[in-house]
């Protein structure tokens, strides 16, 4: 499976969560994640897509902390599986509807 692949179907997830999954680009700012998520209710995620297996890059692990250390949730998601276990986690959350 593609990283595209992946990214497609949190889109999907997303969407039919009630949300939506803007391809995040920050220019200057190599290595930030690839989707800014955004939920009913003012909640906000930011989600990094490899493909099956791989993990990001030492800049990409930067940005991501720096992010976390903001406050925001940050996930880094491999799989499809993963995609729908992050939008299960939100409904479970209460932070999308069910």
């Given amino acids: 499976m593609r990283e595209k692949e992946i990214e497609a179907y949190l889109r999907t997830a997303v969407r039919e969560a009630g949300g939506v999954a803007f391809k995040f680009v920050s220019p200057g700012n190599d290595g930030v994640p690839d989707r800014l998520v955004c939920l ?26 720096r992010l976390k250390q903001l406050g925001f949730r940050v996930e880094v998601i491999d799989s499809k599986g993963q995609v729908d276990d992050f939008v299960e986690g939100l409904k479970q959350d209460g932070i999308c509807p069910a």
């Fill in 40 to 65: 009913p209710g003012g909640r906000v995620a930011f989600v990094e897509l490899k493909a099956p297996g791989k993990g990001p890059r030492p800049l990409q692990i930067h940005q991501m902390g």
